[in-house]
């Protein structure tokens, strides 16, 4: 079996409480084990990853005309080292853009100050994004990075009539949230630890099956 390496848009699981001794984490990483022994991913699917995937590439358009980014692509080129794997959004000359798409404008963050506490630690719902942001930045030698919710409409076929939202006439400032993220190597380096703690409990796996 190949070295196990965090995925960043998961990477916040390594900082549960607990670590490997957390139920949650050793429930994540078995069934990672199953996927590279069976050779088949485990799906998830809902209403809400499901308009995030069928929107994305509008998403990122909007966020790039909303925030008058320069000319730039959506980034395909996946980046990974020894720990991590994972592909940002939007890579510009000095700093990292992932987008997230809110379900619709009661789940939008539009009064959310800061995603971080007093203490400099994420609060727990954003503790994932942040980590997220944190190995996008490590990964591609970036010190800067933004967290960006947007809101788009409800495509077809995600939502019953009912559930369906058009946020088409509403202005950008209520459209587009950022939040600043600064690398942190505290982070990363409890990260990479958590790394290499998530590769002994799969040895113990392996040798236990």
């Known amino acids: 079996m190949e070295k196990y390496k965090q995925r960043a848009s998961q990477a916040g699981i390594l900082l549960a409480n607990g670590g490997v001794r957390s139920k949650t984490l050793q429930t994540y990483l078995q069934e990672k084990v199953k996927e590279q022994i069976y050779g088949v991913e485990k799906s998830f699917s809902s209403k809400y990853t499901q308009k995030g995937i069928e929107v994305e590439d509008k998403a990122i358009d909007y966020a790039i005309k909303a925030l008058n980014l320069p000319f730039v692509m959506k980034n395909e080129k996946p980046f990974e080292d020894e720990f991590f794997t994972g592909t940002p959004d939007i890579i510009l000359d000095d700093e990292i853009l992932d987008i997230k798409s809110s379900w619709d404008c009661f789940t939008f963050p539009l009064f959310v100050d800061s995603i971080m506490k007093k203490e400099g630690e994420p609060y ?86």
């Open 124 to 209: 727990s719902e954003y503790r994932n994004y942040y980590c997220q942001l944190q190995v996008y930045m490590y990964l591609t030698g970036k010190r800067k990075a933004r967290l960006c919710y947007v809101l788009m409409n409800t495509p077809d076929g995600v939502a019953d009539w009912e559930e369906k939202h058009d946020y088409s006439n509403i202005e950008d400032k209520y459209r587009i949230k950022t939040f600043n993220v600064e690398y942190n190597p505290d982070c990363i380096m409890k990260l990479q630890e958590g790394v290499k703690d998530a590769r002994k409990y799969i040895n113990q796996l392996l040798t236990a099956a």
